[in-house]
């Protein structure tokens, strides 16, 4: 019954790496978004995943962002030759297919020194 | 591009009034509109949705309306508690799943 779970919960990092986040969400749940969340900003959709659709990609902001999700539960996203702009707070959510409500991980932090 | 605006940074009470915050938007109305509360630290929880044919909705002492001749969504909290506290969001949801859009947040202080 657990929710939805990220992990790193913090990472720092140093311009020029690359970073991948997890998350888990709930179990069962078909649909998978990821947000990303500056400080003091409202939450900017980044991708999103449905059952075995092809994801929706279109709010990824360059091309050295990207994202798995395997067998239809764990996601990755990855950050490709990280920038400072990069620092936010990524977060992830699920839910049923069709279901209008979307439950949040705690997000990771990412500080990019 | 569709712009959400929420309508203070900040916004401080006295415990026991009732709480506005307001959501107005740009160009073509959503689908439904949701209200997301988030405390520091954590990802955000749902609270309430309104269809684009629903004037309003009631969930304790929450209560939201949505009127999309004037593009625009109010949510009151009555009776509000120091533990109300938090940033509110609204979020409009557009016929795909995907296309959903946050507002840059409230952060509402309830003083005792």
């Known amino acids: 019954g657990a929710g939805v779970s990220q992990s790193p919960s913090n990472k720092v990092t140093e311009k020029g790496k690359d970073v991948e986040l997890r998350c888990d969400p709930i179990s069962g749940h078909t649909a998978l978004y990821w947000y990303r969340q500056s400080l003091g900003q409202g939450l900017e959709f980044l991708i999103y995943f449905q059952g075995n659709s092809a994801p929706d990609k279109s709010g990824l902001p360059s091309d050295r962002f990207s994202a798995e999700r395997t067998g239809g539960s764990v996601s990755t996203l990855t950050i490709q030759r990280t920038q400072q702009e990069d620092s936010a707070v990524y977060l992830c959510a699920s839910c049923w297919d069709n279901e209008e409500t979307q439950y949040f991980g705690p997000g990771t932090r990412l500080l990019v020194l | 591009s569709q712009k959400i605006e929420q309508n203070s940074e900040a916004l401080n009470i006295q415990e026991g009034k009732t709480a506005t915050l307001t959501c107005n938007y740009t160009n073509y109305s959503p689908a439904y509109l949701q209200w997301y509360r988030q405390d520091p630290g954590r990802g955000p929880v749902f609270l309430l949705l309104?269809?684009?044919?629903?004037k309003e909705k009631r969930k304790e002492r929450l209560k939201v309306t949505f009127d999309t001749t004037l593009k625009q969504s109010l949510f009151h909290i009555t009776a509000s508690q120091p533990a109300d506290s938090a940033t509110y969001l609204c979020?409009?949801?557009?016929?795909?799943?995907?296309?959903?859009?946050f507002g840059s947040g409230t952060r509402l202080s309830i003083r005792p």
């Open positions: 309104i269809r684009e044919n629903e």
């Open positions: 979020a409009l949801v557009y016929s795909s799943a995907s296309k959903i859009i």
